[in-house]
Nanobody, 124 residues
Framework: QVHLVESGGGLVQAGRSLRLSCAASGRTFSTYAMGWFRQAPGKEREFVATINWSAGMIYYGDSVKGRFTISRDNAKNTVYLQMNSLKPEDTAVYYC?????????????????WGQGTQVTVSS
């Protein structure tokens, strides 16, 4: 069993930065690929970023390219999402996901584990 717990969300002003963390526990050797999704009220879940075990494959959603950076520290069983130049439209619940697959995927249904989410609110 793998458990994922997000942290670092909060309320920030537009243009500021925030870093989210996701700590994995349990059988963490099964979390080869990890990533982030987000969901705003009344909207579909949106792909944000994903990263493989060695960090040799990294992909971002079009809306966050150039502003967000995903990274991981396997010794700490943790993945991060550095969010810069935040906009009001970034407001959403952010979910950490993990998969036993080697390759990162963009679909929510391709992941095996997910956290409960952390709220990010960006004021104008």
């Amino acid at each position: 069993q793998v458990h994922l717990v997000e942290s670092g969300g909060g309320l920030v002003q537009a243009g500021r930065s925030l870093r989210l963390s996701c700590a994995a526990s349990g059988r963490t050797f099964s979390t080869y690929a990890m990533g982030w999704f987000r969901q705003a009220p009344g909207k579909e879940r949106e792909f944000v970023a994903t990263i493989n075990w060695s960090a040799g494959m990294i992909y971002y959603g079009d809306s966050v390219k150039g502003r967000f950076t995903i990274s991981r520290d396997n010794a700490k069983n943790t993945v991060y999402l550095q969010m810069n130049s935040l906009k009001p439209e970034d407001t959403a619940v952010y979910y950490c996901v993990g998969s036993g697959r080697l390759a990162p995927r963009r679909s929510w249904d391709d992941y095996d584990y997910w956290g409960q989410g952390t709220q990010v609110t960006v004021s104008s």
